[in-house]
């Protein structure tokens, strides 16, 4: 029979890429990481690893073990929710990733209903973009991740992983003055091609989404502004330096505090959803997160625009 411990390494090297990334993800030692992946190897048979420059990949074989590592995970994940289940108090710690809106608008409201309803439960909060955060939760860094998908930029679904709708938040045009007389979203958008505007970085699947929408208008948007800071997004259109895309969730229920205007059909909302790991979405600490979100969620009516 193969060791669990060293097939478990063995998926972590698919997920974190490399030697060195298994190895300080787990605190061991590069050289422990790879002589485990060594034995396994002999008791598989088989190699599991090939060199690709300074680097090492899965064999097919390799692969073929970690789709059954990743079935036998999470066998073991339905076994520590039945146990949670079967015990009276929820205690432990679950690891929470979040971005900056739902971290500021949702998040301190659902721990104040955790807090209550579960006080033995700990719960770790990290603020880290879906990019980022998505590929922790399958290997292992988090138990439960709040992320968002814009429209028109499905975000990839892994078979590891388990999704469940939050919200949907609406995205609408803030100006960086009055509201003009712009005739219908698209013109909007097109009034402000001259003006200078804050987006996310480069590489995000909002900056992608921001720009394909600023093209579909007839228009290339001159971004003067790169941060994934909301809050920073706001105040610059605030002080009229820059138009922005911003989501509701920025004002957190509060009302607006600047001008806004519907975006084109089919790009007025994106998607926020929780995710697990498959196996894990019936374990209590889970649940009771999901559902404080979900009441934190009602208690947020976002701003209203024309």
Do not use: K, N
């Given at each position: 029979m193969f060791d669990l411990h060293r097939l478990r390494l063995l998926r972590e090297l698919k997920h974190r890429g490399t030697l060195a990334a298994v190895a300080a993800a787990l605190?061991?030692?590069?050289?422990?990481?790879?002589?485990?992946?060594?034995?396994?190897?002999?008791?598989?048979?088989?190699?599991?690893?090939?060199?690709?420059?300074?680097?090492?990949?899965?064999?097919?074989?390799?692969?073929?073990?970690?789709?059954?590592?990743?079935?036998?995970?999470?066998?073991?994940?339905?076994?520590e929710a039945d146990i949670a289940t079967s015990?009276?108090?929820?205690?432990?710690?679950?690891?929470?990733?979040?971005?900056?809106?739902?971290?500021?608008?949702?998040?301190?409201?659902a721990l104040s209903l955790l807090r209550d309803l579960h006080p033995g439960l700990r719960i770790h909060v990290t603020q880290l973009e879906p990019e980022h955060a998505l590929p922790?939760?399958?290997?292992?860094?988090?138990?439960?991740?709040?992320?968002?998908e814009y429209p028109g930029n499905p975000n990839p679904r892994p078979a590891e992983l388990?999704?469940?709708d939050l919200l949907q938040d609406p995205?609408?045009?803030?100006?960086?003055?009055?509201?003009?007389?712009?005739?219908?979203?698209?013109?909007?958008?097109?009034?402000?091609?001259?003006h200078p505007w804050v987006m996310e970085p480069e590489g995000t699947a909002a900056r992608h989404w921001a720009m394909t929408l600023c093209r579909n208008a007839g228009f290339e948007p001159d971004v003067r502004f790169e941060t994934t800071d909301l809050l920073l997004h706001l105040r610059l259109v605030e002080r009229g330096h820059a138009a922005a895309l911003l989501p509701d969730l920025v004002w957190?229920?509060?009302?607006?505090?600047?001008?806004?205007?519907?975006?084109?059909?089919?790009?007025?909302?994106?998607?926020?959803?929780?995710?697990?790991?498959?196996?894990?979405?019936?374990?209590?600490?889970?649940?009771?997160?999901?559902?404080?979100?979900?009441?934190?969620t009602a208690e947020v009516g976002g701003p209203t625009g024309p």
């Open positions: 605190s061991y030692s590069p050289s422990s990481v790879s002589q485990q992946l060594s034995q396994l190897e002999s008791e598989v048979g088989v190699a599991l690893l090939e060199p690709v420059g300074r680097r090492v990949r899965l064999t097919p074989q390799a692969e073929i073990l970690v789709a059954h590592t990743e079935a036998v995970l999470e066998r073991l994940e339905r076994a015990l009276s108090d929820l205690t432990g710690t679950l690891r929470l990733a979040t971005f900056q809106t739902a971290a500021l608008a949702l998040v301190p409201s922790a939760l399958q290997a292992r860094d988090f138990d439960l991740v709040i992320a968002e388990e999704q469940e995205l609408r045009l803030a100006l960086p003055g009055p509201a003009g007389d712009a005739d219908g979203p698209t013109a909007a958008l097109r009034s402000l091609a001259d957190s229920g509060a009302p607006p505090t600047v001008p806004l205007r519907q975006l084109p059909r089919g790009q007025r909302a994106r998607r926020i959803f929780t995710a697990v790991r498959r196996g894990r979405s019936r374990h209590p600490a889970i649940r009771g997160c999901r559902e404080a979100l979900r009441r934190a």
